[in-house]
């Protein structure tokens, strides 16, 4: 066989080198067959010019080959091939051809040259791994037939050509494409190109997915539209359009109604290219922001949900930076127009006027703020728009940044003014309350003369007897001390009784404010009685008292109390003056209550007197309700609120025998007071 019809089998190197191991072949077999006379035939030389030849072709064209038997051992092996494996010829040849392959492809091999053998001079191909003597791998694609040798033996005949390079450039490419489509799956972004010329588009994995399509429909503007939520179609078919006709970059959010009745958010952004031939083709991506969009609407709703919160609890809310300097205000619009303009950039010592009137209290919030830490309800004096004085209640707290680093308060405000009005003009009533106490009080005190200065002249004249029988008992012979000495104690005692009522009508006198301490209650009525007695006497009253034992004390204001019983003492009194055949009685009792759980302490005043007419007993309790010419009628609303300023009640019935009872109800402590 010829060279030159060798090459009819083709380019491939397999076929070339099937073609050649042939001739290879046949020249064993003439050798064979060669008559053993001297001398070589031409033909000889010829065929043995073709073997040196086609020696050379098979050891050094770049390709690797193989000669197995059906066994899998290894016949013969070029050097190049060997060299490729890094083996030398004489390594290999004698060795199974597995020891060349991956252990988890041997079956693989086997498999390959069972089907070659069983389709003898077919050509077989495949791509394979090989393992160099390095370990490294090799990437081959081998081309491989089995035939017949002369002596009816098969043998396999293998070409391999190194593919490494383009398995590793195939497998970059793959690893990058999944890289690819494993980020747009993360990043639920999928990419498209969309030829606006032809309308066709071709678009990855995670878009058909983001679309809800299976990954086999091919995607047209048509579908797209169809699955754009009605109400975003229009606008998103428009701005595409209009972004292609223009040849302009797009971008647009819209939403996505799917067949399942769900929605989805998406954003597309696309970027305008020009293909080979001039037509615009776009190259984008689009996401799928639901997740996102939900974090926000969520995010929306509880700043909403704070707002609220934040705006019915106050009128307007405020943010200072570090250096506490305003930098927002931000108004309830019910009371837009309170702030006053131009505050941002301030800070809040620089809105109060009042700083310098109270420095402790702004020193002490400085000091706060300084420190970093939450206040709450600051009250202070500033102008609202139109220069008006306002109070204002504000509360704060710090915020940081993710360091730690401070960065400002944040905070609301309210405008009390109101409630502050309320305040003053609550405490300008009750000192008039307190004043009007006081005066009504002096003027009991006035119309107690007589008896204060009985009260006072008595132990004065005491003195005075004891202090001329001192004189008495130190002028005899010889002088008797010891009686002396009785004389001056007693004389000592007379003028403390003497200052003890002058003291007691001094504090009737001088106090305005309420004082609340433990009391005995019967202790309180008997010294009320003592600045009265006089008084009873003078109008030839009798007072019984009727005071019971081991009462528990009461919290309340000793002063008060008194004026209160000295009150109803004194109306007791003059509601007898008409007496004639009733006696001029005045029964005064301490008593405990204890009704439904309720447990009171029970001062009553009854007299025998005018008594109380139905129409009299509503009203007498109204300031200036009287029925005497000299009366004021201010006494029983006076004595009311006072007994009610100590959670008490003062009421009045007509007695069955004539006269009227008025008694004082005052609430116990749940434990006995000590
Ligand atoms: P004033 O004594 O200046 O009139 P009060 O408020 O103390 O003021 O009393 C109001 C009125 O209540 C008296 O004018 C009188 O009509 C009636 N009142 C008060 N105490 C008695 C009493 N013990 N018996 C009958 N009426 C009384």
Known sequence: MMPGQIAKFGNSAAQFLLGGLAALRSFGNGEKDRPAVGGDSRQDIELRDAVKQWREVFEHNPVMYFMVDPAGTVLNVNTFGA??????????????????????????????????????????????????????????????????????????????????????????????????????????????VWRVATGEIIWSKESSRIFQFDELTKPSIQLLLERIHPGDRAAAQQKAFQAAHEGKDFENEYRLL??????????????ATRDANGSIEYVGSTADITAAKEAERKLRESEQRFRDYAETASDWFWETGPDHRITLIAEHPDTAGTVPSGVIGMARWDIAPEVELEPEKWQQHRATLDAHLPFRD????????????????????PFFDATGDFLGYRGVCTDVTAAIRAEQAEEALRKAQAELTHVTRVTTLGEL??????????????????????????????????????????????????????????????????????????????????????????????????????????????????????????????????????????????????????????????????????????????????????????????????????????????????????????????????
């Open 83 to 192: 060299a490729q494996l890094g083996y030398t010829t004489a390594e290999l040849i004698g060795q199974s051809v597995l020891n060349v392959f991956f252990e988890e492809d041997h079956d693989t091999v086997r498999r390959s040259v069972a089907l070659c053998l069983d389709t003898l001079d077919q050509s077989h191909t495949w791509e394979i791994r090989k393992i160099r003597k390095d370990g490294s791998v090799l990437w081959v694609r081998e081309n491989a037939k089995a035939m017949l040798r002369g002596d009816g033996t098969p043998i396999l005949l293998v070409a391999c050509e190194n593919i490494t390079q383009r398995k590793e450039a195939e497998d970059a490419l793959r690893r990058s494409e999944a890289n690819l489509a494993g980020a747009q799956e993360l990043s639920h972004t999928g990419s498209f």
């Open 449 to 674: 003369t007589a008896s204060i200065a009985h009260e006072i002249t008595q132990p004065l004249a005491a003195a005075i007897s004891n202090a001329d029988a001192c004189i008495g008992w130190l002028d005899r012979e010889p002088a008797d001390l010891k009686a002396a000495r009785r004389s001056a104690e007693w004389i000592i005692e007379d003028a403390n009784r003497a200052s003890e009522v002058i003291r007691r009508i001094r504090a009737l006198a001088k106090k305005t404010e309420i004082e609340v301490a433990p009391l005995d209650i019967n202790q309180v009525v008997m010294e009320a009685m003592a600045l009265v007695r006089r008084e009873l006497a003078t109008h030839a009253v009798s007072a019984r008292m009727e005071l019971a034992s081991d009462l528990p004390r009461i919290c309340g204001d000793r002063i008060q109390l008194q004026q209160v019983l000295i009150n109803l003492v004194m109306n007791g009194i003059e509601a007898m003056q008409a007496n004639v055949d009733r006696p001029r009685e005045l029964a005064i009792r301490s008593s405990r209550a204890d009704e439904d759980g309720d447990a009171r302490l029970l001062l009553t005043v009854t007299d025998r007197g005018v008594g109380l007419g139905k129409d009299v007993t509503d009203r007498i309790f109204t300031p200036f309700f009287t029925t005497k010419s000299d009366g004021l009628g201010m006494g029983l609303s006076i004595c009311r609120s006072i007994i009610e300023a100590h959670a008490g009640r003062l009421s009045a019935f007509p007695n069955d025998g004539g006269g009227a009872t008025f008694q004082i109800a005052l609430p116990l402590p749940d434990k006995d007071t000590p």
């Open 258 to 271: 799917l067949p399942d009745g769900s929605t989805k958010y998406l954003h597309s952004v696309a970027r």
């Open 378 to 397: 600051l009250v202070y004096r500033t102008k609202d728009n139109n220069g008006c004085p306002i109070y204002v209640r504000t509360s704060g707290k």
